[in-house]
Every structure is written in structure tokens, then in C-alpha cells.
């Protein structure tokens, strides 16, 4: 009888974890809904905070070889100006229509540019692992690109895309990994 009722007891005690488990988990702030991916993109205005390159570009200005393995350097450099200054308060906006805009924030590249740009359309690809842009927005070509996502939070958006450069003596091209971090300002 004692061990019917230490496995009655037991028992018990695995079925009240085993329905705890499946309780939603509130994540602060009494909030215990899991937001999907899209509603973490279009809930955001990201700013981004840092662009590296690797290995280090190199390129050639006005006959001049510079290494390059900051991606708002290779900006200002593609813009012909300081190192992607005006580019540090762009954001990037989302839109559950799946247009992307590109706001220049306060301080424009130039000041006849409109203040919000077409950022062509964005979506997920290969079961939400990939973001792709039909015109990505901080690529100076403005073409088509697909960024690995690395993070994506309510505060923080990690992308990563090849990238392949062309030699400033033209002929061959090197590969480079370009890593973005963007930082939810909303």
C-alpha cells in the first residue's frame, strides 16, 4: 500500500511539472506572448550601431589604396566623403507590407535627398534564418542581397552577408564577410 501511494505521489508531482512546462513564460512586464519574427522587424526603428568587414577590404580612392574593415568607412568612402557620417543616424523601417524604407535621419548625405527613401521589399527566406531585400537599402548598388540572420530580438537585429569585392587593379575579386548590428531605437 505505501509504495501505491509513494507512486501515486510521484506520479503526481511529474504531471504538475509536466503542465508547468507548458505555461506560457512571461518575459517582464506581465507580457507572456512570443512575438514572431516579423512583428520583432516591423516593432523596431534600427539604427545601425556597427559594420565590420572581414577580412579588411582593400580599395582604391582617387588612385590611392586605403584598407577599409568598417563598413561605415567603405560608405563614406563609395559617397566620396567623411567616414559614413551621415549614414550613423539612418534607420531602417520595416513595413508589414514588406516595403523597407531608409529614414536619413537628422543628418543627410545630401540635403536634396528626400528624407525617407524606397527601400525596395524585404522577406524571409530558408524558414526564417535569411532576410532578403529585393534592394537592400545600405548597399550602395542598392541590389539585391540575402543576410544571414545571426540575432533577432526585440532589441537587436545581427545580419551577416557575403560580399564579393573587385580588386582596385581590376581582374580578380576578393570574398569578404560583412557583419551588421543594428540596435531597435523605437
Same mark, same amino acid.
Given at each position: 500500500?505505501?509504495?501505491?501511494?509513494?507512486?501515486?505521489?510521484?506520479?503526481?508531482?511529474?504531471?504538475?511539472?509536466? /503542465?508547468?512546462?507548458?505555461? #506560457?513564460?512571461?518575459?517582464? $512586464? %506581465?507580457?507572456?506572448?512570443? =512575438?514572431? *519574427?516579423?512583428?520583432? !522587424?516591423?516593432?523596431?526603428?534600427?539604427?545601425?550601431?556597427?559594420?565590420?568587414?572581414?577580412?579588411?577590404?582593400?580599395?582604391?580612392?582617387?588612385?590611392?589604396?586605403?584598407?577599409?574593415?568598417?563598413?561605415?568607412?567603405?560608405?563614406?568612402?563609395?559617397?566620396?566623403?567623411?567616414?559614413?557620417?551621415?549614414?550613423?543616424?539612418?534607420?531602417?523601417?520595416?513595413?508589414?507590407?514588406?516595403?523597407?524604407?531608409?529614414?536619413?535621419?537628422?543628418?543627410? /548625405?545630401?540635403?536634396?535627398? #528626400?528624407?525617407?527613401?524606397? $527601400? %525596395?521589399?524585404?522577406?524571409? =527566406?530558408? *524558414?526564417?534564418?535569411? !532576410?532578403?531585400?529585393?534592394?537592400?537599402?545600405?548597399?550602395?548598388?542598392?541590389?539585391?542581397?540575402?543576410?544571414?540572420?545571426?540575432?533577432?530580438?526585440?532589441?537587436?537585429?545581427?545580419?551577416?552577408?557575403?560580399?564579393?569585392?573587385?580588386?582596385?587593379?581590376?581582374?580578380?575579386?576578393?570574398?569578404?564577410?560583412?557583419?551588421?548590428?543594428?540596435?531597435?531605437?523605437?
Amino acid at each position: 500500500m505505501k509504495n501505491l501511494l509513494l507512486l501515486l505521489a510521484v506520479g503526481g508531482l511529474l504531471t504538475i511539472q509536466a /503542465c508547468k512546462d507548458d505555461e #506560457p513564460i512571461d518575459n517582464g $512586464g %506581465g507580457d507572456t506572448t512570443q =512575438a514572431s *519574427n516579423t512583428d520583432l !522587424l516591423i516593432g523596431g526603428d534600427w539604427l545601425m550601431e556597427d559594420g565590420v568587414i572581414v577580412p579588411p577590404v582593400e580599395v582604391d580612392i582617387l588612385g590611392t589604396k586605403v584598407t577599409i574593415s568598417s563598413y561605415f568607412d567603405l560608405l563614406g568612402a563609395l559617397n566620396g566623403g567623411a567616414p559614413g557620417e551621415c549614414q550613423k543616424d539612418n534607420l531602417m523601417l520595416f513595413h508589414a507590407d514588406s516595403t523597407v524604407d531608409l529614414d536619413e535621419g537628422a543628418t543627410k /548625405c545630401d540635403s536634396a535627398d #528626400p528624407q525617407v527613401q524606397d $527601400g %525596395g521589399e524585404w522577406y524571409f =527566406a530558408n *524558414n526564417e534564418t535569411q !532576410l532578403a531585400f529585393t534592394s537592400f537599402p545600405y548597399d550602395p548598388l542598392q541590389e539585391e542581397r540575402v543576410l544571414d540572420i545571426t540575432e533577432l530580438s526585440k532589441t537587436m537585429l545581427k545580419l551577416e552577408m557575403d560580399y564579393r569585392f573587385g580588386l582596385p587593379t581590376g581582374g580578380d575579386s576578393t570574398d569578404h564577410v560583412i557583419k551588421l548590428d543594428f540596435k531597435n531605437v523605437r
